[in-house]
T-cell receptor, first 120, second 112 residues
Framework: GAGVSQSPSNKVTEKGKDVELRCDPI?????LYWYRQSLGQGLEFLIY????????KSGLPSDRFSAERTGGSVSTLTIQRTQQEDSAVYLC??????????????????FGEGSRLTVL | GENVEQHPSTLSVQEGDSAVIKCTYS??????FPWYKQELGKRPQLIID?????GEKKDQRIAVTLNKTAKHFSLHITETQPEDSAVYFC???????????FGTGTRLKVLA
């Protein structure tokens, strides 16, 4: 597709259930990010994948959160045993950092529409 | 790691006036500073960015200034219009990488 695609757009779950959120980045983008945006709050960094390098997981808030990126493309963010405080919009973004591609680019992040998670 | 602080959290201006949003960062190795605009219910989008080898950059009614010594950068919007109403986020790259840390956002309201 032309842009970053995320699914589901909305997810309502019960406390204690596991959820999976999917991100399909722009084709060819080597870097993929997950951010969390709680109601009226900023963009909290969760995890960053760059090419084949080990991901930077320093923003994951607890060991209930994990993410993977298969084949350098699609990424899945998994939240186990969800809690009410996990309720937020989870935003995915992708880019190709400057200097790492033959095409000119600025490192601009292209965001998806987000997945709104509500934990009851 | 990088820490980005952003002020003010909310800002109301009269249409036609200027608006200034300020950010500070902690990592002296940061070298890229983008600004994103998020309209209500929409995804954040890049509006302007600046690299550490430049002190100022302007694009029509918006400009960004960077003071590396003080580790702060600012967004300036002149001749504000109602469509400028949105949440604005600053960001800084951590340690010269492309891991972006965002500020907490500024909700700008332009009053007609």
């Amino acid at each position: 597709g032309a842009g970053v695609s995320q699914s589901p757009s909305n997810k309502v779950t019960e406390k204690g259930k596991d959820v999976e959120l999917r991100c399909d980045p722009i084709s060819g983008h080597t870097a993929l990010y997950w951010y969390r945006q709680s109601l009226g709050q900023g963009l909290e960094f969760l995890i960053y994948f760059q090419g084949n390098s080990a991901p930077d997981k320093s923003g994951l808030p607890s060991d209930r959160f994990s993410a993977e990126r298969t084949g350098g493309s699609v990424s899945t963010l998994t939240i186990q045993r969800t809690q009410q405080e996990d309720s937020a919009v989870y935003l995915c973004a992708s880019t190709t950092p400057p200097g790492l591609a033959s095409l000119p680019n600025t490192g601009e992040l292209f965001f998806g529409e987000g997945s709104r998670l509500t934990v009851l | 790691g990088e820490n980005v602080e952003q002020h003010p959290s909310t800002l109301s201006v009269q249409e036609g006036d200027s608006a200034v949003i300020k950010c500070t960062y902690s990592d002296s190795a940061s070298n890229y500073f983008p600004w994103y605009k998020q309209e209500l219910g929409k995804r954040p989008q890049l509006i302007i960015d600046i690299r550490s080898n430049v002190g100022e950059k302007k694009d029509q009614r918006i400009a960004v200034t960077l003071n590396k010594t003080a580790k702060h950068f600012s967004l300036h919007i002149t001749e504000t219009q109602p469509e400028d109403s949105a949440v604005y986020f600053c960001a800084a790259s951590e340690g010269g990488t492309y891991k972006y840390i965002f500020g907490t956002g500024t909700r700008l309201k332009v009053l007609a």
